[in-house]
């Protein structure tokens, strides 16, 4: 890590390395010259010259977002570093032209050219002792250069049209170069951190975070046992199913957006982890319960633990029971009214329907918050009470969505018993 001499250090340790190399090569009055002038800048008329120039810069997308190594603390808030990835264009220049093709002769622009790759190429790794090594003693002292990576010296590969718009670029001619990346450079920033006090106490009992070795328990699915009759009313018993459903307390509520608080359901003794078995409450429990969608919830809690656990709300549809005061009802002119009790109460702004021969008929508007009692006004020609089934219409009461249940279960008399549905006989009026 350093400020922004980094960048110069990247350069000198690079261009040291060349001049450390060429120096050692040939005799140091006819050593080339080493610089990192820009492409149109450099001259060769005087010696050969291997030029190394920095001609472009991007931005690290790897260390963008990552804070400072080391300086950002757990818990500290800092800028990020400003990583870069600088790219290098090195070309040679030599002053014996002839010498571009003769093997013989170790002063051509391709020689020097190859010579410089090979160095480059047998130093693809700058430690952080290699680039303060390099440094000035002034600059090594004041900005010593830190990294927690080591710096690569990769090529870059660049097409003939890359390299052509660089040296037009410059306006210059086009001489052969090839290109390096060298990544990764982290410069600092300013800025300081922040930096929290020390935590006291974590918690009211300074216990930390609780960890929990499984999963929040998950209701999966509500339904009622098999071999019953679809549906659930009041005084049924349901099946909750889902995962880990397991305490030492476990408390079912059950909740509805007409009611105050929730209703608690007691669990069944056959209750598992995996399935929990509740009968609802009787029918005359009317204050406590509304008929359409409820949703379910399991709380779970284990003794000598303070923590909650709360499972996933599961939708339940509860139907609701019907009692017609009337089984036959005489129309005046084409009106028939039904007087119909229901179980549970029926609050004012619930949508209720009742469906009789293809129709759906709203209630006579009833006075207070809820009703046990409707009163239905239904519109029916001689013609359509002509086509009544024996026995009468069937009546159904629609809450919020959830039809009343209109069937029983019979058992058959005969061997093989078994168990049919049926239309009740008792939720069916004769219209005359």
């Known amino acids: 890590m350093s400020d922004a001499i980094a960048i110069s250090a990247i350069t000198r340790t690079l261009i040291k390395k060349l001049h450390a190399y060429f120096g050692h090569v040939f005799p140091d009055e006819t050593s080339p010259g080493i610089s990192a002038k820009p492409l149109d800048k450099v001259d060769a008329s005087e010696g050969d010259v291997i030029n190394l120039y920095l001609y472009h810069m991007t931005i690290n997308s790897s260390w963008r977002n990552m804070d400072t190594p080391w300086k950002v603390k757990p818990g500290e808030l800092g800028r990020p570093p400003l990583p870069l990835n600088l790219y290098y264009l090195l070309t040679a220049y030599s002053t014996e032209e002839a010498g571009e093709v003769l093997t013989g002769d170790l002063r ?81 920033s300013q800025h300081p951190n922040a930096a929290a006090l020390p935590v006291l106490r974590r918690g009211s009992k300074d216990r930390g975070p609780r960890v929990v070795s499984n999963l929040f328990p998950t209701i999966t699915e509500i339904r009622r046992p098999a071999g019953t009759r679809f549906g659930i009313q009041l005084g049924d018993e349901i099946e909750i199913h889902g995962q880990r459903l397991s305490g030492d307390s476990l408390e079912i509520n059950v909740a509805h957006p007409k009611l105050a608080a929730p209703a608690s359901l007691e669990l069944d003794t056959e209750s598992t982890a995996q399935k929990l078995t509740v009968t609802l409450p009787p029918a005359d429990t009317n204050n406590e319960w509304a008929a359409g969608v409820n949703s379910v919830s399991v709380t779970i809690k284990n003794d000598g633990d303070d923590f909650v656990r709360t499972t996933n709300q599961m939708p339940l549809p509860l139907s609701s029971k019907l009692t017609i005061n009337e089984t036959q009802v005489t129309r005046v002119g084409d009106i028939a009214t039904i007087t119909i009790g229901c179980v549970p109460d029926v609050y004012k702004d619930q949508q209720v329907l009742l469906l009789l021969a293809s129709k759906e008929v709203p209630p006579t508007p009833f006075l207070g918050d809820s009703t046990s009692s409707l009163e239905f006004a239904i519109t029916l020609t001689d013609d359509e009470v ?38 009740d006989p008792n939720q069916k009026v004769i219209i005359i």
Do not use: C
Request: glycine share 6%; charged share 25%.
């Open 108 to 188: 051509g622009t391709h020689r020097l050219l190859g010579m410089a790759m090979s160095i480059l190429h047998d130093f693809p790794i700058l430690t952080a002792e290699d680039i303060n090594k390099e440094l000035d003693e002034a600059d090594s002292n004041a900005y010593r250069f830190v990294a927690p990576e080591k710096v690569r010296l990769t090529v870059h590969p660049l097409t003939l049209d890359d390299l052509s718009k660089i040296w037009t670029g410059f306006q210059a001619s086009y001489r052969l170069a090839v290109a390096y990346e060298v990544s990764v450079v982290l410069i600092e």
């Open 386 to 423: 002509d086509t009544m089934p024996a026995g009468g219409f069937v009546v159904r009461l629609r809450v919020d969505g959830v039809d009343s249940l209109p069937v029983i279960i019979e058992e058959t008399e005969t061997e093989p018993k078994q168990k049919l549905l049926k239309f």
